[in-house]
């Protein structure tokens, strides 16, 4: 962890309205570590599906957990992707294709496939990166 990520985790942690953004951080970090430790990256591919599923999973279920704390619960049932798209599309079609991505490529191509690109897996989780800043800006916009 990076001394700017630590001290972005004390602010975060002293706003109780974003604590998911710091659950999505650390989901996010979690993933880059499973890549970095276990992955076993050659040249341009990881060896170890496992480990490429377990990340792709993992940085997902952040952004889930970034979402969730913008759109709040679904009335009936459990949510799904189609409700997150939904969602998003009321706020912001960018955000939304981001989404998309991110489902197509963490979700399914690394979380599902064990898809062994890096490049692959760097795209998903700059994805990943750049909704759960999405969700911390609005956040910020909405508590001020």
């Given at each position: 962890?990076?001394?700017?990520?630590?001290?972005?985790?004390?602010?975060?942690?002293?706003?109780?309205?974003?604590?998911?953004?710091?659950?999505?951080?650390?989901?996010l970090?979690?993933?880059?570590?499973?890549?970095?430790?276990?992955?076993?990256?050659?040249?341009?591919?990881?060896?170890?599906?496992?480990?490429?599923k377990?990340?792709?999973?993992?940085?997902?279920?952040?952004?889930?957990?970034?979402?969730?704390?913008?759109?709040?619960?679904?009335?009936k049932?459990?949510?799904?992707?189609?409700?997150?798209?939904?969602?998003?599309?009321?706020?912001?079609?960018?955000?939304?294709?981001?989404?998309?991505?991110?489902?197509?490529?963490l979700?399914?191509?690394?979380?599902?496939?064990?898809?062994?690109?890096?490049?692959?897996?760097?795209?998903?989780?700059?994805?990943?990166?750049?909704?759960?800043?999405?969700?911390?800006?609005?956040?910020?916009?909405?508590?001020?």
């Open positions: 962890m990076t001394f700017f990520v630590a001290l972005q985790y004390i602010y975060l942690y002293t706003n109780n309205k974003m604590k998911h953004i710091i659950e999505a951080h650390r989901y970090d979690n993933a880059k570590d499973i890549l970095r430790d276990k992955g076993q990256k050659e040249d341009k591919y990881y060896k170890d599906s496992k480990y490429v377990m990340a792709g999973n993992t940085a997902y279920n952040g952004v889930l957990v970034a979402l969730d704390g913008l759109l709040g619960n679904k009335k049932g459990r949510k799904s992707v189609e409700w997150y798209k939904e969602e998003l599309s009321k706020l912001d079609k960018k955000i939304l294709y981001s989404f998309f991505s991110a489902y197509e490529t979700h399914l191509s690394m979380g599902y496939d064990g898809h062994p690109s890096a490049q692959i897996a760097a795209d998903g989780l700059e994805e990943a990166e750049e909704i759960i800043k999405w969700v911390e800006t609005k956040q910020e916009l909405v508590s001020n």
